[in-house]
Structure formats: C-alpha cells, structure tokens
Nanobody
Framework: EVQLVESGGGLVQPGGSLRLSCAASGFTFGSYDMNWVRQAPGKGPEWVSRIVSGGGRTAYADSVKGRFTISRDNTKNTLYLQMNSLKAEDTAVYYC???????????WGQGTHVTVSS
C-alpha cells in the first residue's frame, strides 16, 4: 500500500518560513518523481514543485519560484519542501504526490495545512 504522510504545516506570519516533510512507504521511493501540490481554500489543486527520482532536477510553479525549495532524501524515503518568504497566498493544504517520470501524480497524501497570516 502506497502511503504518503505530510507533516510540518502550521501557522506562520507573512515573510516567515516553514519546512514540510513527506514520509513515503509502500513503494520504491527512489524510483519515482515526487511532487508538492497545494489547494487553497475555495480553489482547485495547484501544482507547486516536482523533483526527479534521483533528486538531480527540480521544477517550480512561477508563484513559488525563488522562495520554495524541494528536496528529497532517498535513504530516508522522505520528501521536503522548504518554504521561505511566505505570503498569505501560500495558505493552502499541501500534499505530496508521487508520479512516474513525465506523468501526472498518481498517489497523494492526506495533506498538511499551511496558514500564512498575521
């Protein structure tokens, strides 16, 4: 059974930082691309970032480029998202999701809430 468990969300002030983690199990973590996807209140899912299976390449949505950093530790089966310079618009539930290379995510976690507010 594929299991993706996000953690690290919470309340943070604008301009602050937060680091999300995603613990993966039930599949060969190092063989899959991983993604962060978020869903803001009242909005549809928005892809945030992708990292290839080996961690050598990353991609970001324009809305987070330069502020967020995706990384992974394949020895720990863990995905990370370092979020800096947070804005109110970053408020959302953040999900990690695995995907075959060049494909859409096929498995999602339950998400962790991030609220950016003063």
């Amino acid at each position: 059974e594929v299991q993706l468990v996000e953690s690290g969300g919470g309340l943070v002030q604008p301009g602050g930082s937060l680091r999300l983690s995603c613990a993966a199990s039930g599949f060969t973590f190092g063989s899959y691309d991983m993604n962060w996807v978020r869903q803001a209140p009242g909005k549809g899912p928005e892809w945030v970032s992708r990292i290839v299976s080996g961690g050598g390449r990353t991609a970001y949505a324009d809305s987070v480029k330069g502020r967020f950093t995706i990384s992974r530790d394949n020895t720990k089966n863990t995905l990370y998202l370092q979020m800096n310079s947070l804005k109110a618009e970053d408020t959302a539930v953040y999900y990690c999701a695995k995907s075959v290379a060049h494909s859409e995510p096929d498995s999602w976690g339950q998400g962790t809430h991030v609220t950016v507010s003063s």
